[in-house]
């Protein structure tokens, strides 16, 4: 759920310009941890003594945490749970429903992993909000280290990076994506020979690769631990990214970008800036930029702000891939999608995402004022989400894929461990901010849960005074009304029934269309439907088919494309300049909705009010759509 790249086929020849894009857009968020995870770790409110063994076992903790937690995790383990080439939280619990679809398993087990794959889901948005601030926020913070001077220009020149960004994305990414790669190429070269000539210095730093320094920090400092784990955590924000951007780029690019390019350029800035505090213990303001020069700063200033605003860009088309994805799946109601590339499918710019996250941004930054104040806020959401990573990864491997129970019970218990582990350190931060992206993931839980009960609630309430379609037919032929030339598309959820359209228009206009498609349009758990298994056909005679078409969740629901299809696939005649489209669009009142309480009515019918018309959302020509109103 992050920028939106199409991969090639994976060519051998491929494979090197795979991993440089991979680099850009995967390792973003994670590659630009290095400007505050140490910092925090470091700070003097964690009531730790500044000793060389309490900054060797930080280190050491930094390092086993992406060795555990991405490398073992996400890299080497929850790759390869594909679905169709696609990764994401919304494939994995894809892949869990299938693992569990079975006779014995009891229906608790269907609703836990529906629910644990929508709260993975739902805490990306608050995650979505804090990882543009504190990211462009830390970077233009090293200005302050040049000189004082530039501290009352920070704000506003955060506002101003932050801002600008949010403004292109109607432009599309495809443009600057072009760039990501190159510029995060220098981004970890810089990290990596930063900390490369602090390191030559103070070589004992080097003994932090063991993990007995880990061990006896925890066990010295146990009031401490897990405050001091919260910050630790920071180091490994934006693993998950390495899962979500599987389809784009295929797991072997991304793990020879991490394992070549972003783990030693990491490992060694967060070494090099644990030897300069050994050397200066006065650099715990800020070690990534006291690593430099004074001339080099205000230079590392702007590549850091270009790096972390290519991490926000991926954030943010995250946001705008995850929505299009839950608006497909039945989670969201139909918003504005709008495609900017003519190329590549999945780069899209969501207009009412895009406005509502930067107002969520900008107010940030406003109440937060400092990176340091905004790490407070960061980490629960991803926490909870790898949580259920872990949780919905293992259900896969044993009921998926067969692998051995004890294996899969010892590793996953060894990932659950640590996950839970920072989970609780994390949630040590709800009072000083972790509160916020928990109560983004509330709101957006709920109108998840509202929308999807609201519209079962709906057809449930239609079906009472529906007529089978068969039957309907069958009256026709008994009783056949004047037909027209040219054909009709109703577009419908239940396509056994008569649609709403159809009635209204025979009654109204007294006339059929010589060819009538009742046609209903549904997305599956797939990414992606081949055009062999997209449409099933069954023609019911007096010139009527029943058609259903199948799009994955990370395909647009083009209609007229799809009616091409089905003239190439069935030779079923249908001419963008003699085909109508006729859909119903209900009118939801608070009070319509008696199974939910009121308030839960009145945000479904709000959320219904302003939804996009199926018109635009099934991309149907304007000139060639008729609308029929319906009340429940």
Known sequence: MTAHVTAPPASSGLRPALALAALGV??????????????????????????????LGLLSLIFWALTIVVTLKYVVFVLRADLDGEGGIMALQA???????????????????????LTGA??????????????????????????PVFEPYVIPLTLAILVGLFIVQRFGTGAVGKVFGPVMVVW??????????????????LQALN???????????????????????????????????MGHFGARAIRQAWFFVALPALVLNYFGQGALVLSDASAIDNPFFRLLPSWGVVPMVALASAATVIASQAVISGAFSLTAQSIRMGYLPRLRIVQTSGQAMGQIYMPAVNWLLMLGVVALVIGFRSSSALSSAYGIAVSVTMVTTTVLAALVARRLWGWNRYAVAVGSLVFLCVDTLFLFANSLKIADGGWLPLLVAALVMGIFTTWSRGRTLLREMAAADQVPLDDFVQSLLRDPPHRVNGTAVFLTAEPQFVPHALLHNLKHNQVLHRRVIVLQVVATDS?????????????????????????GFMEEPD??????????QKGIPTESMTTSYFVSRET???????????????????LHRNSSRASDYFHLPANRVVEFGRRP
């Open 211 to 245: 993990p007995w320094w880990a061990i006896a920090f925890l066990a010295s400092h146990p009031a401490q631990s897990l405050a001091v784990l919260g910050s630790v955590f920071l180091a490994v924000t934006g693993g998950e990214a390495l899962y979500a951007d």
């Open 559 to 568: 209609v007229p494309e799809f009616m091409k299809l089905l003239t190439y």
């Open 122 to 147: 739902a805490m990306f948005y608050g995650d979505s909000l804090i990882t543009p601030a504190i990211s462009v926020l830390s970077a233009v913070e090293g200005l302050n280290v040049a000189t």
């Open 26 to 55: 995967v390792y973003g968020d994670i590659g630009t941890s290095p400007l505050y995870a140490l910092r925090e770790c470091l700070s003097p409110a964690h009531g730790v003594a500044l000793t060389p063994e309490a900054v």
């Open 95 to 117: 892949l869990a429903r299938h693992a569990v679809t079975d006779a014995q398993s009891p229906a608790w087990l269907l609703s836990l992993v529906a629910a644990m794959g």
């Open 588 to 606: 939801v009142a608070t009070g319509h909705l008696r199974a939910m309480t009121r308030a839960r009515q009145a945000v479904f019918a709000w």
């Open 188 to 205: 970890f070269a810089a990290l990596g020979l930063l900390g490369l000539q602090h390191i030559a210095a103070q070589p004992r730093v």
């Open 527 to 551: 990414p992606r439907v081949d055009a062999a298994h997209r449409l099933s056909v069954t023609e019911l005679g007096a010139g009527f088919w029943q058609v259903t078409v199948r799009h």
